[in-house]
């Protein structure tokens, strides 16, 4: 018997992580992952997908060493390499393509937010590309960046201060953990809360609790916020003070509103006028009230409207910056990602070049690009030709709108790499696959909580299987190689006493404070400073965006296959379809190789109800396929009221690491098939809709 220890870190068995947690070890074997009481954010909380992590790190589909390519792409035949060949061969093929094509030529990508990725803009603007692709542009960002127009960083719900009324729009926390949130704040607010308005489509458990549940036809969020603001600025429901004293463009606003009834709203996203006035009269009566938003705002063509719909129904209440409502919290203590990312290092006339950035002006502001324009610049070599692409954990093929289309361009690209954990679908298709290591096997600042001001060390508990090294050696490690030397180190550790410095700690002492560092809120900042936009006001008419050719006040429009354009389309494909409303068990396209996880959600599940199946002759765990123009995907029939019957929700993420390579399933039950890119998007972000297609579903 060895001797049991417990190491604190934070967990980031999840994308988003950030929980507080100590690893049981007995000697070198891992033993459980455990919650951390003492944590200030989950408070000893912890989720399966934590617990799933010791099987999931010693999994034989992890990637052990470097490979390349010993056959055709994608024909599943490899040759295990040293990783100095691998990286050799990368730089040199980097540093050719900027001779030849220039450093835009070659994308570099990430999935969902990391916590390395300020570490993968170092690199790529050091080598001069503005070509960075992730999902973004309908997961989260919609909101940082309208937020960055109006002046300042995303408001917050302020959980600590306890919201009297709290509206959770379009969010399934208890089931995400989302960027910045963790469950257990919500769950003890829809305990403490005197009111819950919940928006959503489906029953959850968050619905289950509210005193007010608008089951709203799936992207129509944006007219269903002019609905209620409407009633909020006809029945004088507005903060007075802050509309006269620190806002300017109110009346423009108001009289965009009058074309925003409740009634007509009703006809448009199906809630009924009475509640729509209902859930405008609660949330401006309560003293203080706060809006959880989710992806469900964002995963459509209004995303960018609805979030700044949002934030002016905040800020009409008078609930921006107030205890209690949505809060800009204090910068954490430490050296800004964005100044660790080196923006500034690349060149103006490089940012010009950025893919799709004279058409979303927003995805400019924050350095991002929707996919679509990096799969027309590489199959339609518009507005140039993209050679190379290196991406680091995103699973492209199952994950991306339109898998069409992300398979052709993954075929044709001259040169792609891509780091993972694991064999996957997309691992399959690359010329050269690096092996990462998993949040237990490498040190961290853990910076999840940073826009509450607070950062948290990440401790490494145990050596990393085979050869795989932290992503963030591979930027140090192509770094150095590319010739940027002086802003890479040989040991991470170095990188974190950087980004320590303005704290005044270095890793050394930092690491063994799992407490982490907080800075606390300061209430009301914009009555001594004022907005950062122009005029130092609160823009209701965002003059920006009337600059840059965008509308300056929000407005509504019909998703491209909503039910009112009455189309042959609709006829033949009358469902609406939602996808990937987040599931317990799996984050994005992970944990499929989990036995923990597979075990209570073996399959693909399509939520239906009862009418709409019984009208198909399909019954609950029926197989079915789920079709519209663009493809088919195959899934199990979960028989429910919970939803519409005019509306289906259909599981994202599925592939079937079972199955074997190299197409692991890939192509059966991807729901990606039948999403698009092509458009219309969001105007100023380049969303594309996730929620609110169109399908039809039958028995198979
Ligand atoms: N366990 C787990 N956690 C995750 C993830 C995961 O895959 N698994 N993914 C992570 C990622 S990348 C993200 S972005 C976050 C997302 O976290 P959330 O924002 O909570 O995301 P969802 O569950 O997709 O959507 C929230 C709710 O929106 C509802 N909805 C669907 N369509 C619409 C619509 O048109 N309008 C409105 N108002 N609501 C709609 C769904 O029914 C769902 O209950 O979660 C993160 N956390
Ligand atoms: N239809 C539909 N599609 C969606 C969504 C939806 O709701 N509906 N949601 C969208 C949203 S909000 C998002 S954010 C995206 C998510 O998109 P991605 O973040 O790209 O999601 P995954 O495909 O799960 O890719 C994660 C991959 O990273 C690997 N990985 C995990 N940790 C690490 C690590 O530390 N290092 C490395 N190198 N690899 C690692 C995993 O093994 C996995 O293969 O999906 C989007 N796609
Ligand atoms: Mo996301």
New binding site residues.
């Given amino acids: 018997m060895n001797q049991i220890t417990k190491i604190d870190t934070l967990c980031r068995a ?3 992580g950030g929980c507080g947690v100590q690893i049981v070890k007995d000697g070198e074997k891992l033993i459980k992952v455990e919650g951390d009481k003492n944590h200030p954010i989950s408070k000893g909380y912890t ?1 399966k ?1 934590a617990r799933a992590s010791i099987e999931l790190r010693e999994h034989p589909m992890r990637l052990r060493h470097p490979m390349k390519r010993a056959g055709a792409r994608g024909e599943g035949k490899w040759e295990q390499i040293s990783w100095e060949e691998a990286l050799t061969t990368i730089s040199d093929k980097l540093t050719l393509f900027k001779e030849e094509s220039g450093a835009e030529s070659v994308v570099f990508g990430h999935g ?1 937010g990391r916590d390395f990725q300020h570490y993968l803009y170092r690199l790529a603007h050091l080598y001069g590309s503005p070509n960075v692709m992730t ?1 973004g542009h309908m ?2 960002l919609p909101r940082i960046a309208i937020s960055k127009v109006l002046g300042f960083d995303i408001p917050l719900v302020d959980y600590d201060n306890n919201p009297e009324c709290l509206m959770v ?5 208890l ?5 910045e949130y963790c469950a257990i704040n919500l769950a003890n607010s829809l305990k403490r809360s005197n009111k819950v308005i919940v ?4 029953r ?1 458990a968050v619905t289950e609790r509210a005193d007010l549940w608008l089951q ?1 036809r ?4 944006s007219a269903l916020a002019l609905g209620m603001l409407h009633v909020i600025v006809k029945e004088n429901l507005y903060d007075q003070d802050f509309v006269t004293n620190y806002a300017s463009g109110f009346e423009q606003l108001a009289e965009r509103l009058e074309q925003f009834p409740p009634e007509k709203v009703a006809e448009i996203t199906w809630v009924p006028a009475e509640q729509i006035i209902e859930a405008a009269r609660l949330f401006a009566a309560a003293k203080s009230g706060a809006i959880q938003w ?4 964002d995963q ?1 063509v209004n995303c960018v409207d609805g979030a700044r719909l949002l934030l002016n129904m905040v800020a009409l209440t008078g609930n921006f910056d107030a205890p209690g409502g949505n809060v800009v919290f204090m910068p954490s203590p430490v050296m800004p990602a964005r100044e660790f990312a080196l923006f500034h290092k690349l060149p103006p006339e490089q940012q010009k070049k950025m893919l799709g950035g004279e058409q979303y002006k927003l995805g400019t502001i924050i350095g991002r690009l929707t996919p679509h324009v990096v799969w027309d610049a590489i199959l339609e070599e518009e507005p140039y030709k993209v050679r190379g692409m290196l991406t680091f954990a995103s699973n492209l093929l199952v994950i991306r709108e339109n898998a069409h289309r992300v398979y052709e361009a993954l075929k044709k690209i001259e040169f792609f790499v891509t780091t993972d954990l694991y064999r996957t679908p997309t691992v399959e298709m690359a010329d050269i696959v690096l092996p990462a290591t998993t949040w237990l096997e490498h040190d961290g600042v853990g910076d999840h909580w940073k826009s509450h001001g607070y950062v948290f060390p990440r401790n490494k508990v145990v050596e990393p299987v085979g050869e795989a090294w932290p992503d963030i050696k591979i930027f140090a490690e192509l770094g150095k190689r590319l010739g940027f030397k002086e802003y890479f180190w040989d040991d991470n550790r170095e990188s974190f006493d950087i980004m320590l410095k303005p704290a005044g700690l270095t890793w050394e002492e930092f690491k063994d404070m799992p407490e982490g560092l907080q800075t606390k809120p300061v209430y009301h900042k914009y009555k001594q400073s004022g907005f950062g936009a122009p005029g130092r006001k609160y823009e209701f008419y965002i003059h920006q965006l009337e600059e840059w050719g965008y509308d300056p006040l929000p407005d509504y429009h019909e998703p491209p296959e909503g039910p009112l354009r009455e189309t042959e389309f609709v006829d033949k494909y009358p469902l609406i379809l ?1 996808t ?9 396209s992970e944990g499929r190789q989990s036995e923990l996880l597979r075990k209570d959600h073996p399959d693909p599940l399509v939520e239906i109800h009862p009418q709409a199946a019984a009208a198909r002759g399909i019954v609950d765990g029926d197989w079915v396929t789920i079709s519209s123009p663009r493809g088919e995907a195959k899934f199990k029939a979960n028989v429910t009221d919970g939803i519409d019957a005019r509306v289906v ?1 259909a599981d994202f ?1 599925w592939w079937f690491p079972e199955k074997g390579g190299p197409e692991y399933g890939w192509r059966e039950s991807n729901i990606n098939f039948l999403t698009d890119d092509q458009g219309p998007n969001d105007p100023m972000i380049g969303a594309t809709p996730l ?2 297609l169109q399908c039809e579903i039958r028995k198979i």
Avoid: E, M, Q
Wanted: charged share 10%.
């Fill in positions: 999840c994308g988003h989720c997908i969902t999902p997961c989260y729009w379009g969010a399934n926390h089931n995400s953990n989302a960027d928006i959503d489509p489906r959850t709203l799936p992207g129509t969020d989710g992806v469900g705002i459509n939602t990937g409303s987040r599931l317990t068990n799996f984050f994005g929700s993420g929620k609110g």
